[in-house]
């Protein structure tokens, strides 16, 4: 329904309750998502927010998703996860919470297709944008432009139809958003999306 009403990607947020407080869902029930939406073949966006990562890489692989984009903590080396990810024929992206710095994206730009800003901290939907992230964002888009980088800018936590545009005046090339698309029910997503995107 979401794709229907408008959605580019389908974001997909995978806890498991260690590396993050809260605990979603994994790789067999996102492959029932993705066999929802087979004839159009929307984007799978993955977002792990799990510990350890590389083991269960594989299974996202072939549960359908296009791009999984992982956290610099969630294990020693996330050099060798991202290039894992590019080896199984998926796109990588870093993601950098709202404690980690700008700076942790250096190392890996030549490794990544998405730079994912978290505005709110891991783990649960529904939480307020952090204010700082604004310049945050900004401060990525000025790193990943100096360095002639093509990654996606994407921003993930409390972005609302209030704060789309701030996003991306601030750079941001993709927004993410849960609560902001779902409120009022099934009726309601295509009104959403579509303030989302400032139409
Ligand atoms: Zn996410």
Known sequence: MAEAAGADWLHVDVMDGH???NISFGAPVMRGLKTLVEETNTPFDVHLMIAPIDPYLEAFAEAGADIIT?????????????????????????????????EAVAPLL??????????????????????????????VRQRLDAA????????????????AADCVAAGADALVAGTAVFRGGPSAYADN???????
């Open 148 to 163: 002639g980088s093509k990654a996606t800018l994407q921003v993930d936590g409390g972005v609302t139809a209030d704060n």
């Open 110 to 139: 030549d490794d990544v297709d998405l730079v994912l800003v978290m505005t709110v901290n891991p783990g649960f939907g529904g939480q307020k944008f952090i204010p700082a992230s604004l310049d945050k964002i900004a401060r």
């Open 19 to 21: 590396f993050v407080p």
């Open 193 to 199: 999306i579509a303030a989302l995107k400032g139409r």
């Open 70 to 102: 992982v956290h610099p903590e969630a294990g020693p080396h996330i050099h060798r996860t991202l290039q894992a990810i590019r080896g199984a024929g998926m796109k990588a992206g870093v993601a950098l919470n709202p404690g980690t710095p700008v």
